[in-house]
């Protein structure tokens, strides 16, 4: 693992995203694909909690981000549906 994060084949993929180029100078095309996801993370006696996880390609991965960053015990899932524009529930 990569500062805790990337195995090495993804480490080089979010550095070729983050630079613009591949090895062969051209822009990666997984670039288009790389995003910020928000999970929700629950540790042991604590409110849940939403974090956004930078740079990944998938909401599975952004899962095994959260739940690699939150350490054993913690619940990880996916946070409630944020429709935009919609009046916010707790303001009603």
Same mark, same amino acid.
């Given at each position: 693992?990569?500062?805790?994060?990337?195995?090495?084949?993804?480490?080089?993929?979010?550095?070729?995203?983050?630079?613009?180029?591949?090895?062969?100078? =051209?822009? %990666?095309?997984? /670039?288009?694909? @790389?995003? +910020?996801?928000?999970?929700? !993370? =629950?540790? %042991?006696?604590? /409110?849940?909690? @939403?974090? +956004?996880?930078?740079?990944? !390609?998938?909401?599975?991965?952004?899962?095994?981000?959260?739940?690699?960053?939150?350490?054993?015990?913690?619940?990880?899932?996916?946070?409630?549906?944020?429709?935009?524009?919609?009046?916010?529930?707790?303001?009603?």
């Amino acid at each position: 693992m990569i500062n805790g994060r990337f195995c090495i084949s993804c480490y080089n993929r979010d550095r070729e995203a983050r630079i613009g180029r591949n090895a062969k100078g =051209t822009p %990666p095309t997984i /670039t288009a694909t @790389i995003h +910020a996801k928000k999970v929700a !993370v =629950t540790l %042991p006696s604590s /409110t849940p909690r @939403i974090v +956004a996880i930078e740079r990944v !390609v998938s909401r599975m991965e952004a899962l095994v981000v959260a739940a690699r960053q939150a350490g054993p015990g913690a619940l990880i899932g996916v946070p409630p549906l944020e429709v935009p524009g919609a009046p916010d529930s707790a303001a009603a």
